[in-house]
């Protein structure tokens, strides 16, 4: 008599191996979503079980998912969504934009790196959302402060990674193409960058990672819109099994970008070598 394990293993050998592969990371991804709900059901009854706190039941398992599939049909959860991911979409093109040539410089000018080193790291350590008060001086609105805020948390893991992608570039590329008579320039374009692509896709998916963890915060700067709002609203008028909702909404949405930009690298993951 053949156990469960040992007929799952049997069919996944009559599989061809991008299927096999399939096959096994869905069940084992299926596997953690069980242990992570059994998990959630044991610490939420036995936090919120107990006499004198019935009134944050509305975060056990069967509460938050009924409230969460409540809000896939509502539009201002789609609209908060939208402008959550716009957010995050403006400020981590703006530290791309500043952080992706700098990276390639201050990667490539050995000079130039011992000169910026110190006072990357040290700005690196501040935390994104002490600039709060600031923003809020500097600039006029909400939204503008929302994308500073998100570019100063975003900027330097770009910076940082894209600096180490050119430190990996093969130097005897570098020094045949400059053998050739190439400038600093082609040799960026043409050697460095393409070289590069995989560790600033991993620089864009380090970035995505602490943008939405400073987005929720940054949001309740009194904006009334986005997936920080809502959650908020939802804490004021102690709407728990929606609050837990809202925070499900906010996981899932992060995993799907996230999953995006690792495609994305799987694309270029010919580069690594």
Known sequence: MQTTPQLFQKRLKKLGPTWRYLAFRLGYSLLGIGLFILLWVAVGY?????????????????????????????????????????????????????GLPFGLLIGFYQKLQLLTYTPVQFLRMISPLSWMPVALLVFHSFESAIYFLITMATVWPIILNTAHGVSQVNPHWVNMARNQGAQDYQLLTRIVVPASIPYILTSLRLALGVAWIVLVPAEFLGISSGLGYIINDARD???????????????????????????????FSWNVA
């Open 237 to 267: 008028t102690m709407e728990y099994d929606r609050l837990g909702a809202i925070i499900i909404a906010i996981g899932f949405v992060g995993f799907v970008l996230d999953g995006s930009i690792e495609l994305i690298q799987r694309m």
């Open 46 to 98: 036995a936090l919120f079980a107990r006499p004198g706190y019935e009134q944050f039941s509305g975060f056990l398992p069967v509460p938050t998912l009924e409230a969460f599939w409540g809000l896939l049909f509502e539009s201002r959860f789609w609209m908060s969504v939208w402008a959550s991911i716009r957010r995050v979409m403006i400020g981590i093109t703006i530290a791309f934009i500043i």
